[in-house]
């Protein structure tokens, strides 16, 4: 069974900070691995998603990249701002059918100010 | 485009009532998807769909029921309620085609309580 883990489980950062949110899972045979934010009480807004025949996706101040075979993902965050503050979660879609995401347990960051 | 919606935001049940949560999508989708999400539990798949009138279970199916009639609707269904089903329901669907295909996309959610 698939186990996907993020470390660390809660992160602070002073505004302004780069940072690097990890992501690993234990199969790789991956169709593809997205990154979600997830506010206080909200649903999961995606960020970026990355198919497995790629190695890293950009969004404005932030990047992904992805490792199948070390198991890997990171979330790079350049310039992190109080708005950044939110919890975020990586989600792996095996191949095979359904395209069903396992979901991390989730990094709560909080940027201060 | 309203995305994926749900209904309704927010419900408190007593054990052993039913209820049914209401899921819609805009984007002709083919794929839907109902998660539960528990306090150091995370997400997890409760029951998907492929496809109209196609179902199948995930990975918590016990004491739900699906149905999806229209490709825009998905239903979760619960037959007698149990404080186990206190949780935050998400819906979420994806295509097939476009770019980037099989991204997620999430409703706001509904917070259930069972009391």
């Known amino acids: 069974k698939q186990e996907v883990t993020q470390i660390p489980a809660a992160l602070s950062v002073p505004e302004g900070e780069n940072l690097v949110l990890n992501c690993s899972f234990t199969?790789?045979?991956?169709?593809?691995l997205q990154w979600f934010r997830q506010d206080p009480g909200k649903g999961l807004t995606s960020l970026l998603l990355?198919?497995?025949?790629?190695r890293e996706q950009t969004s404005g101040r932030l990047n992904a990249s992805l490792d199948k075979s070390s198991g890997r993902s990171t979330l790079y965050i350049a310039a992190s701002q109080p708005g950044d503050s939110a919890t975020y979660l990586c989600?792996?879609?095996?191949?095979?059918?359904?395209?069903?995401?396992?979901f991390g347990t989730g990094t709560q960051l909080k940027v201060e100010l | 485009n309203a995305g994926v919606t749900q209904t309704p935001k927010f419900r408190v049940l007593k054990t052993g009532q039913s209820m049914t949560l209401l899921c819609a999508q805009d984007?002709?989708?083919?794929?839907m998807y109902w998660y539960r999400q528990d306090p150091g539990m995370g997400l997890r798949l409760i029951h998907y769909s492929v496809g109209e009138g196609t179902t199948a279970k995930g990975e918590v199916p016990d004491g739900y029921n699906v149905s999806r009639l229209k490709k825009q609707n998905f239903l979760l269904g619960l037959e007698s309620a149990a404080p186990s089903q206190t949780s935050v329901y998400f819906c979420a669907s994806t295509g097939t085609s476009g770019s980037p295909y099989n991204e997620q996309f999430f409703g706001p959610g509904t917070r259930l309580t069972v009391l």
């Open positions: 989600a792996l879609i095996l191949t095979g059918g359904g395209n069903k995401l396992t």
């Open positions: 984007m002709n989708h083919e794929y």
């Open positions: 990355i198919q497995s025949s790629q």
């Open positions: 199969d790789s045979a991956i169709y593809n």
